[in-house]
Nanobody
Framework: QLQLVESGGGLVQPGGSLRLSCAAS????????IGWFRQAPGKEREGVSC????????YYADSVKGRFTISRDNAKNTVYLQMNSLKPEDTAVYYC???????????????WGQGTQVTVSS
């Protein structure tokens, strides 16, 4: 059974940092593109970042470029999202997902985790 589990969310002050983890079980992440998405209350789910399966190419939404970094550790079957210089507008539930297309669009990803809450507030 394919399963993705996110962790690392929490409450952080503006300007702070968090590292989210996306751990896979039941399948090997190596063969999949992995994306991070977020959904704030009353808003649509949006793509944040993704990383390819082949050469590790990364993509970022304009709103997080220069602040967030996606990486993968295939030995640990885990993908990370390092989030720095966090802003209140980054507050959302963050999801990771596995797919076969490198894109920032949710329909391209078929397997999803349950999400982890990130709250940026003073």
């Amino acid at each position: 059974q394919l399963q993705l589990v996110e962790s690392g969310g929490g409450l952080v002050q503006p300007g702070g940092s968090l590292r989210l983890s996306c751990a896979a079980s039941g399948f090997t992440l190596d063969y999949y593109a992995i994306g991070w998405f977020r959904q704030a209350p009353g808003k649509e789910r949006e793509g944040v970042s993704c990383i390819s399966s082949s050469d590790g190419t990364t993509y970022y939404a304009d709103s997080v470029k220069g602040r967030f970094t996606i990486s993968r550790d295939n030995a640990k079957n885990t993908v990370y999202l390092q989030m720095n210089s966090l802003k209140p507008e980054d507050t959302a539930v963050y999801y990771c997902a596995a797919g076969f297309t490198v894109a920032l669009t949710p329909p391209n990803f078929g397997s999803w985790g349950q999400g982890t809450q990130v709250t940026v507030s003073s």
